[in-house]
């Protein structure tokens, strides 16, 4: 089953972010790399020195610290409801790249700065994606 270009777009991204998705599907956190500089982005994007003539999807570690979050007691979006109260974290990457995610498998007051953590995959039931979340290193 391919990905559905038209729930991707509805989710803010475009056709530069597909890889992106099969890749999480298949279970792997890919970024994007300058093939010159080495630098990593995501989203997809241009390298800022180098442009976007070198850029290739490329596996990432899946590991990264918590470098902001805040926890949600509210849902904002009715199919959130059962998942409160829910982290949403702003991650810095080993690779380099923040990367917006939700915590799990973690009571909400172990969240804190500097927590260490790793990609798990779990399918979104309402748009079949299937999402990078994190949860804390044992």
């Known amino acids: 089953m391919s990905i559905d270009l038209a729930v991707i ?3 803010g991204g475009d056709h530069l972010d597909l890889s992106f998705w099969e ?5 792997e956190l890919l970024l994007h790399r300058c093939g010159i500089c080495g630098k990593h ?5 241009r390298c800022v020195e180098h442009g976007g003539t070198d850029m290739a999807w490329v596996p990432a570690s899946g590991r990264g610290t918590v470098h902001t979050y805040t ?5 904002y979006a009715p199919r959130m409801a059962p998942h409160v109260p829910y982290c949403v974290a702003v991650l810095k990457l080993e690779e380099g790249p923040f990367f917006h995610t939700n915590i799990v498998d973690c009571p909400m007051e172990g969240i804190h700065v500097g927590l260490e953590v790793a ?4 399918e979104d039931e309402v748009s079949g994606l299937t999402l990078p979340v994190f949860a804390p290193v044992a």
């Open 9 to 11: 777009k509805k989710l």
């Open 23 to 27: 890749g999480a599907r298949r279970g």
């Open 41 to 45: 982005y995501w989203p997809a994007s």
């Open 71 to 75: 926890i949600m007691h509210h849902a």
């Open 119 to 122: 990609v798990r995959f779990e």
